[in-house]
């Protein structure tokens, strides 16, 4: 039972002529096969002479090549017009004409170059065959003959549907791959923004004010032993997002989420922001994602407090409702920008996008103190 299932994907391994062969073999089968007979594929209506010699030719040449009709598509057609030729000269009524039909399938499927050409050459082709077999007395009468190249039309038609179909298949993939990449390459960059950009801040931060404290070295030890805790948690957050960005990554790979905010309040302080913090209730179970972007987002509101508002008092408010997440962070704007770092104004969009991508709503907007306040409304599971 094991070997039957695994024999659809053993078979998708092989080689495509040897996929495309048993189609020939049917048809040379059919061939010979007497319940068949009366029911073969010709144009002509000439009367049907017996297999000989000429006739195994001829059949050859319509059927073997049907294993390469898609490597090969234009040399399996001209190689199958030509056995067809010869079995509508000479009489040879089979059902191994019907190859005929699959070569024009397949070249107009997987035909690249000289199309027109092509069908042009065919075109001739057959009313060069369709005045000979007249000549010989046929009785199929131009309505017959018509009808017969109608069908072939038809089959080329068929195949060009396939030929665009897959075209239009392929772009699709490469949009959606290229939009996969896009996204990918914009994630990496709004993790990496948000993991350093904080802690160099910080560090930054720190180190301009380590210069101001030589002549009190408690102080200063305290400053720089902060400076070299931040970037030790730097390193280790680097980590993480390396791990994440690994698609190998093991799944337990912990992320940021809102029971991290005392540490990040904390490391805020150390770099001698005044902080309030406040929570009310507790995270609902699961919150899924909303944890996660609920950190980002008074992570990267501190880091413009420390950027823009350096020493003004800050207040994180955080909220867990029952199916939502509201942050709220806001300075007074009596700090100043002392060593801050120049902004790009990735940090707030990425934030806009992480919370509109969970449903949420976002704003940043000015106080009339000169400080500033960002508010987020995150979705997140209800409690059981």
């Known amino acids: ?68 009709r898609r490597r090969w598509p234009a040399a399996c057609l001209a190689l ?21 039909a699959f070569a024009v399938v397949s070249a107009g499927a997987h035909l690249e170059h000289h199309r027109r050409v092509t069908v042009v050459v065919l075109s001739a082709a057959y009313v060069s065959l369709a005045v000979t077999l007249d000549r ?9 003959f018509a009808a017969f190249y109608v069908g072939l039309a038809v089959a080329w038609g068929i195949g060009s549907w396939l030929r665009s179909s ?22 990496i960059a709004r993790e990496l923004h948000d993991v350093v950009t904080h802690h160099v801040t910080a560090m930054v931060v720190q180190a301009e004010a380590a210069r101001y404290l030589t002549a009190v070295p408690d102080r200063l030890d305290t400053t720089l032993s902060a400076v070299t805790d931040t970037g030790r948690r730097a390193i280790t957050d680097l980590r993480h997002l390396l791990d994440l960005l690994n698609p190998d990554h093991d799944t337990d790979v912990r992320t940021p989420s809102v029971g991290d905010l005392h540490a990040l309040v904390e490391q805020t302080r150390q770099a001698g922001q005044p902080l309030e913090f406040a929570e009310e209730g507790s995270p609902a179970e699961p919150a899924g994602s909303a944890e996660f972007v609920a950190y980002r987002v008074v992570q990267e509101a501190l880091t413009n407090a420390l950027k823009y508002a350096h020493g003004s008092r800050t207040v994180v408010a955080v909220r867990y409702g029952m199916r939502e997440i509201t942050v709220e962070v806001s300075t007074d704007g009596s700090g100043s920008r002392t060593g801050a770092l120049g902004g790009s104004g990735r940090g707030l969009s990425g934030l806009r996008q992480r919370v509109e991508a969970l449903d949420g709503e976002f704003g940043a907007d000015r106080r009339a103190d000169g400080g500033f306040v960002v508010r987020a409304h995150i979705p997140a599971g209800s409690r059981s």
């Open 1 to 68: 039972m094991t070997d039957l299932r695994r024999f659809p994907d053993l078979w998708r391994r092989c080689d495509v002529t040897v996929r495309d062969s048993p189609l020939a073999l049917l048809l040379i089968v059919a061939s010979f096969l007497p319940v068949f007979h009366g029911h073969e594929t010709q144009v002509g209506d000439l009367p049907a002479r017996p297999f000989d010699a000429l006739a195994i030719v001829a059949m050859a040449l319509e059927c073997l090549p049907l294993a390469v």
């Open 136 to 144: 010989f007395g046929s009785t199929e009468g131009l309505d017959g």
């Open 80 to 100: 199958v017009t030509l056995g067809f030729v010869i079995a509508e000269l000479g009489s040879y009524h089979m059902v191994a004409s019907t190859a005929l």
């Open 166 to 187: 897959r075209a239009a298949e392929a772009e699709r993939r490469r949009h959606i791959a290229e939009a996969t990449r896009v996204a990918e390459r914009t994630r």
